[in-house]
């Protein structure tokens, strides 16, 4: 499906730019805690940017195919990077404790992600 291609290239190119913003222009801003989440951030939403590229590609007909599983492993990988990295950034730059509370529902959405594509591959394979 090219929604999850387009998609997981776009999020591959953000996570390059916020990981150099990290690097350069928050370096002396934030705190080491800090730039540490940062990168945590943009690692998990390079992992998944990559894991929405792959959903995509095996939606392709030449392989898996379109599937009820492979788009829910698309939609929760992309909700898991708006909610995980999105909620680590947005504290990295306020400081608003609170928003960590809500990090560990997109790593949810991250793993059930994992676990369609999962499901996806043991029906292809049946």
């Known amino acids: 499906m090219p929604f999850f291609i387009i998609v997981g290239a776009i999020n591959a190119a953000l996570a390059v730019a916020l990981g150099a913003f990290g ?3 928050l370096k002396d801003r934030l705190s080491e805690h800090y730039l540490a989440i940062w990168e945590t951030a943009v690692q998990y939403q390079m992992f998944h940017a990559l894991g929405l590229l792959a959903v995509g590609i095996l939606m392709s007909s030449a392989l898996l195919g379109p599937s009820t599983q492979l788009s829910w492993a698309g939609y929760l990988m ?20 609170i928003l960590g509370a809500i990090t560990p529902i997109g790593g949810v959405a991250f793993i059930v992600g994992w676990i369609m594509l999962i499901l996806a591959a043991i029906k292809f394979g049946n």
Do not use: D, E, K, P
Request: net charge neutral; proline share 0%; hydrophobic share 55%.
């Open 78 to 97: 992309l909700a898991g990077i708006i909610i995980f990295s999105g909620s680590l950034y947005a504290l990295c730059l306020s400081g608003v404790g």
């Open 23 to 25: 690097a350069h222009a």
